[in-house]
Nanobody, 124 residues
Framework: QVQLVESGGGLVQTGGSLRLSCAASGRTFSDYAMGWFRQAPGKAREFVAYISWSGDHTVLDDSVEGRFTISRDNANNMLYLQMNKLRPEDTAVYYC?????????????????WGQGTQVTVSS
């Protein structure tokens, strides 16, 4: 199994940037495809971004396309989410998630392991 720990959240003004990190430990990191999800108060957890095992395939939700970038460093067991041009509606707890096998990348239930989350707050 793999353990995931997110960091990098915080308070930022509209239009600002943050980079979230997810440190993985345990099983070989490249054995897992990775995703970022977020959950705002009173709302369901929603898909943000996906990256394949080697990093050669990425998918972003339409709501963050052109503003966010997902990347990974398999040599150092790290996953990243670069967030630019942040908006108040991006405010949420952000989670990284891992899965070993193919599935619908946007469905949270297809991921096997989750971090504890990191809070991102964007002020208007």
């Amino acid at each position: 199994q793999v353990q995931l720990v997110e960091s990098g959240g915080g308070l930022v003004q509209t239009g600002g940037s943050l980079r979230l990190s997810c440190a993985a430990s345990g099983r070989t990191f490249s054995d897992y495809a990775m995703g970022w999800f977020r959950q705002a108060p009173g709302k369901a957890r929603e898909f943000v971004a996906y990256i394949s095992w080697s990093g050669d395939h990425t998918v972003l939700d339409d709501s963050v396309e052109g503003r966010f970038t997902i990347s990974r460093d398999n040599a150092n067991n790290m996953l990243y989410l670069q967030m630019n041009k942040l908006r108040p509606e991006d405010t949420a707890v952000y989670y990284c998630a891992a899965r070993r096998f193919y599935g619908t990348y946007g469905r949270a239930e297809t991921y096997d392991y989750w971090g504890q989350g990191t809070q991102v707050t964007v002020s208007s």
